[in-house]
């Protein structure tokens, strides 16, 4: 096995904050060869051994701890042992059992870097986007099937930031058959359609479920604004909440589409009070604003403005600008319920800017929740990077 070893100094974030990122400036060299992906032994300066990594040349990440444990072995046991845990443990709390959409990893803070695992019925939909995540694929499917006993494994590894990891995308099925008819999952009472070979992500955004949950709770008799409205499980959550009407925003017609796909499985939600539109949100605000339309409740859920801290800046001014648009759309005692899923816009940044909206909307406003992701999401508090997903609940005079 390699060793690499840290510059003087350069050992602390993995001895004592046991984050599981080291950064090419803290690598001093590389002892031996190794390829994308390879386990590497991690030594600190004065050559005391930090643990095990899996080596990303071509990426500022340029390794991710697989673990801290010097004695512990990286091979097909240890995926397993790992995996399993990671679905042990969402078993092991009442909310997340029985649930058909469940994330099962979530990679770093499952302790398992780049590695991500959604469950969709008999179905798990797996993303590697780390090169060690990457070359681990083969344990890693026999961990899932193992842990979880599901019939297939469909693999989407086509998100953007395969790229920095110099990995072409990879998708297909790595276990069993795709199914004959669309899969459908139940969440909160409502069933859904998730579409795991061309949707979003893994196919769905099951990190809303318990805020979906909550708008249900909080729609009853509200004209209801759903912005970035994607397959729309915010919408159908807010018409069996008894919401009087739910206009939902969104600029892909084929998410729309398989929205009212989706509402047609649910002939118990009053359908007659959906209304979809196909529309940019900045400007189909706007135009709202200019027919003097109002609403009761609005959700902002856009998709990551900022994908690392580099683009912070821009986005805060995207996020701005909808927020602004969003508080002067509502009525007085309106709720606005705005997110965002960046990780380079922190919780206390993203409500400075909530701030700033209202106050450049002119609103006089509260937070009355502070909003994450469900507990099938847990953020590792070695690694905060995790918590990507932050909103706010906040009502307006
Ligand atoms: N709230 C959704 C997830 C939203 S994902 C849920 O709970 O499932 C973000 C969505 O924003 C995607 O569907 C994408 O098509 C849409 N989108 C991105 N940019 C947009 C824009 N400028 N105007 C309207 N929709 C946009």
């Known amino acids: 096995m390699a060793q690499l070893i840290l510059l003087p100094g350069k050992e602390r974030s993995s001895l004592k904050l046991r984050h599981p990122w080291l950064f090419a400036g803290a690598v001093g060299r590389l002892q031996g060869r190794a390829r994308a992906g390879d386990t590497v032994e991690v030594l600190a300066d004065n050559l005391r051994p930090l643990g095990r990594a899996a080596y990303s040349p071509r990426s500022q990440i340029r390794a991710r701890f697989w673990t801290f444990d010097i004695a512990e072995s990286v091979d097909d046991a240890f995926f397993k042992r790992r995996i399993a845990a990671a679905v042990a443990r969402r078993h092991s709390l009442p909310e997340l059992r029985g649930q058909q959409g469940l994330r ?137 909440g008894g919401a009087a009407s739910v206009l939902s925003v969104d ?67 995207a996020y701005k600008d909808i927020n602004v648009l969003g508080f002067r759309l509502l009525r007085p005692g309106g709720l606005l319920m705005t997110y965002s899923c960046s ?32 507990a099938d999401h847990p953020v590792a508090l070695n690694f905060p990077e995790g918590e990507y997903l932050k909103g706010l609940l906040v009502q307006v005079e």
């Open 104 to 240: 099962l990893i979530h990679a770093e803070s499952d302790g398992l870097p780049g590695v991500i695992a959604d469950q969709y019925g008999d179905c798990v939909v797996v993303q590697l986007t780390s090169a060690g995540a990457d070359k681990w694929r083969g344990a890693i499917v026999s961990g899932l099937v193992k842990a979880t006993g599901c019939r297939r494994i469909h693999e989407r590894s086509d998100s953007d930031v395969r790229r920095l990891e110099g990995l072409a995308p990879v998708t297909g099925w790595l276990h069993g058959a795709a199914p004959d008819s669309p899969l459908t999952i139940e969440e909160n009472g409502i069933r859904l359609t998730v579409d795991i070979a061309g949707g979003h992500k893994t196919g769905f955004y099951l990190d809303q479920r318990d805020n979906r949950a909550l708008l249900g709770r909080l729609a009853a008799g509200r004209e209801v604004l759903n912005c970035f409205c994607y397959t729309g499980g915010f919408s159908l959550q807010a018409l069996a």
């Open 343 to 374: 990780g380079g816009i922190g919780p206390e940044l993203f409500q400075k800017i909530v701030a700033g909206a209202a106050l450049d909307a002119d609103r006089d406003a509260r937070i009355v929740r502070r909003l994450a992701g469900s």
């Open 251 to 317: 600029s892909s017609g084929p998410a729309l589409a398989q929205a009212q796909a989706s509402l047609a499985l649910n002939p118990q939600l009053p359908g007659e009070r959906a209304e979809w539109l196909e529309a940019d949100v900045f400007l189909a605000l706007r135009d709202f604003r200019k027919q003097g339309r109002l609403f009761d409740l609005i959700v902002l859920d856009p998709p990551k403005f900022a994908p690392s801290a580099a683009h912070a800046e821009r986005a805060a001014r």
